[in-house]
């Protein structure tokens, strides 16, 4: 660290920069993510009603048809830019 601020500055302590390119998610990928978060868990084979952010996360990654690794965060990211908000389920 402090031999990249001797070379480039204040600029070596840029917070966005963490060292490697972060995972992108294919337009593929998340054509599979809104058509998974349109159908029903219970066809899906799920024990529940209604996707969380949480619950659709872990399908896709666990799916055994085609496995999408993604975040929460970003998973929200996606989802509403097509539209889609979700309500905190409530136990």
Excluded at 7 to 25: F, K
Excluded at 74 to 83: A, D, N, Y
């Amino acid at each position: 660290m402090v031999h990249g601020f001797n070379e480039r500055g204040l600029a070596a302590l840029d917070p966005n920069r963490v060292g490697r390119r972060s995972r992108r998610i294919s337009t593929g990928d998340q054509a599979h993510i809104i058509a998974t978060d349109r159908t029903r868990p219970s066809k899906l084979g799920r024990p529940f009603t209604r996707w969380d952010i949480r619950r659709l996360a872990d399908h896709l990654v666990n799916h055994d048809d085609k496995t999408v690794r993604i975040g929460r965060e970003r998973l929200r990211q996606i989802l509403h830019g097509h539209g889609i908000t979700f309500q905190r389920i409530r136990t």
